[in-house]
């Protein structure tokens, strides 16, 4: 009887009436996320399938995409790890400046990605503060795919840092305390005990710090380069469609992102619950 | 009623009438420019905004939005209510025209094919010249590198783009494929394709990179007072194109607006003597030079120049889908069996 009452539509709640709330929350996605992405759909369709398919095999798209997606992938997983990492100083350790470091961390938020753009470039081209030590090294970040990394992992920070520090926050220290006095070393500690704790928040955090690279023009077009085949990203190529006054190319474009990225989100969730059932509800 | 409360109505009711009525008078015109003419166009709108009330008593408000030629066109056909529209590239014109908002036969309306002024594409360098650039030759050479934005996002770089393009052909004599060789190897030593002209301007001049800027005659001239000749210098190689950015009323909107007069008399103002003289003054070159100043006339140099209209790229219709569509020769240049 717990799924069937987990399915039940009317369940006493503090906001009245389910009918209103649904019929609302239907309403407003549709307005705002799925008739926008519809239209944008639709507009693909009108080049029939053939059309669509040229468009996205052609190798600039798939270099374009490629690149988009690769360097998102990247930079979601180095912030997946390193966001971790800062969540747990922030809420393990007491330390001055504590608080500030905290608001730092929504930064990339705040700051309109233009401007976080124009910044980076500012810093890693090879006259600024850390492109200069870096050049006489050999090594290039602005206008190369590194710096492209570097602009989306500057950008997806906040995601991982923000869904995993509540739960540690919530995580009971005992519990560790307890695999210490049984015996676990301190990695077995972190692989067994706190790591499976923590892998709901942080494949969220994943998912959307790699949702919001995917798509990120702002940030990257500064710090790219923009030369096809090598540093040219997907969003650019759709407003390079644009300029070009091909509307149907350019949602053709879109629709592609669209559709991988739904694919890697579906994954994400697959993996969640596949854990949910191998390891229990956490 | 309390007196003094039908005093204060009677004395808002007068006032508001009184406010509305000069308030119908006013016009608000929307001039949809492309970047670099911001400084200018603040010039004339101040002048004409005086004149038109000298002769009319009507006061007018001319608004201005700037951006990226292509972006521009794309906003007026998605509905931007702008009454006229002044951008870098014919073929923005004639896009706008396509979807119905600006009559066919736009470039005949107003004198000199409706272009009140035109530029040219100069290089600038670094101080002293260290990579000796001298011609477009020395930016097909190894080593050198050169930074122009984007021809398929920016209006100006199309420009860059052919003026290469009209050197290499009276180079080789005509021959296309040696044309197509020179154009791959200038573009090969591009390290940053920005999206527009500015930000062209903003990698070679604060980051540091590149050799050589390809720059419209006025940015560049506006980059040296800016920056200060102890910098940069212009070099003016041997051809170059004459980049002749056209303007024209967008009828539609006028229609619906009410606005065709004062729009019309607008572009027509820009063909005065007084805007003419400030055009050479803002360091583009006027479509009527005798009313320029000729110390301003003469700091623009001697070069041959070409048009997009000559028989080499018979006009945008022609240039526009050759060069850069989908696929065309722009296109070629990356394409991945060539990058060695």
């Known amino acids: 009887m717990a799924s069937i009452s987990g399915l039940a539509l009317k369940r006493p709640s503090v906001i009245p009436g389910f009918g209103l709330a649904l019929g609302f929350a239907l309403t407003y996605l549709g307005l705002i996320v799925l008739i926008p992405l519809g239209a944008m759909v639709v507009k693909a369709a009108s080049l029939g399938l053939p059309g669509f398919w040229d468009i996205v095999s052609s190798p600039r798209t798939l270099a374009a995409l490629r690149l988009s997606f690769l360097t998102a992938l990247f930079a979601a997983s180095i912030n997946a790890v390193f966001g971790v990492v800062i969540a747990w100083v922030l809420v393990r350790y007491r330390f001055p400046g504590k608080r500030l470091l905290d608001a730092f961390v929504d930064l990339p938020f705040a700051l309109p990605t233009a401007v976080a753009g124009i910044a980076l470039t500012a810093i890693y081209a090879p006259n600024g503060w850390i492109g200069g030590w870096l050049a006489p090294l050999g090594i290039k970040v602005a206008y190369t795919p590194l710096g492209i990394l570097i602009a989306l992992i500057f950008i997806g920070l906040p995601f991982v840092v923000r869904t995993v520090q509540p739960v540690l926050e919530e995580f009971d220290r005992e519990i560790e305390e307890a695999a210490a006095t049984l015996g676990a070393r301190r990695a077995q500690t972190i692989s067994r005990v706190i790591l499976p704790a923590l892998m709901p928040a942080i494949l969220t955090g994943f998912a959307l710090a790699l949702a919001r690279a995917v798509g990120e023009y702002g940030s990257v077009i500064f710090i790219a380069g923009n030369i096809p085949y090598v540093s040219e990203i997907a969003p650019l190529l759709i407003v390079i469609r644009l300029e070009e006054f091909g509307y149907a190319e350019a949602t053709a474009i879109g629709t592609a992102m669209l559709l991988i990225s739904f694919g890697m989100l579906l994954l994400v969730h697959l993996v969640q619950a596949w854990r949910r059932r191998r390891f229990g509800n956490d | ?340």
């Open chain 2, 1 to 340: 009623m309390n007196k003094h409360l039908r005093i204060i109505t009677t004395a808002a009711a007068f006032s508001l009438t009184a406010a509305a009525i000069p308030a119908f008078a006013d016009t608000t015109l929307l001039n949809a420019s492309y970047d670099p003419t911001r400084e200018l166009y603040k010039q004339v709108n101040a002048a004409f905004a005086k004149d038109w009330k000298e002769k009319t008593g009507e006061t007018v408000t001319i608004e201005q939005s700037h951006g990226g030629s292509g972006k521009q066109a794309r906003a007026v056909i998605d509905g931007l209510k702008a009454d006229v529209v002044t951008l870098a590239l014919e073929g923005d014109i004639d896009n706008i025209a396509k979807s119905g908002l600006i009559a066919e036969n736009w470039r005949s309306r107003l004198p000199d094919a409706s272009s009140p002024y035109a530029s040219t594409i100069v290089f600038l360098v670094r101080k002293g010249n260290p990579k000796a650039i001298k011609d477009w030759d020395d930016l097909a050479k190894d080593g050198v590198e050169v930074i122009t934005p984007n021809p398929k996002t920016s209006g100006g770089a199309r420009w860059n783009y052919l003026a290469a393009w009209a050197y290499a052909d009276q180079k080789y004599g005509h021959d296309e494929e040696k044309n197509k060789e020179f154009v791959k190897k200038l573009y090969k030593n591009v390290p940053v394709l920005d999206t527009g002209a500015r930000g062209s301007t903003t990698t070679f001049v604060q980051r540091g990179i590149g050799d050589v800027l390809l720059a419209w005659e006025n940015e560049a001239f506006l980059a040296l007072n800016e920056l200060g000749e102890d910098q940069f210098e212009i070099v003016v190689p041997s051809l170059s194109i004459k980049a002749e950015p056209p303007v024209a009323v967008v009828d539609k909107n006028v229609d619906a607006k009410g606005t065709r007069k004062v729009a019309e008399a607008y572009l027509k103002f820009l063909y005065q003597p007084e805007i003419q003289k400030a055009i050479a003054k803002n360091y583009y070159r006027p479509a009527e030079p005798d009313y320029a100043d000729a110390k301003d006339l003469a700091r623009f140099p001697d070069v041959q120049l070409v048009t997009v209209d000559d028989p080499l790229f018979g006009g945008w219709k022609q240039a526009q889908p050759k060069h850069f569509a989908d696929g065309a020769i722009f296109d070629q240049i990356y394409q991945p069996a060539s990058t060695n």
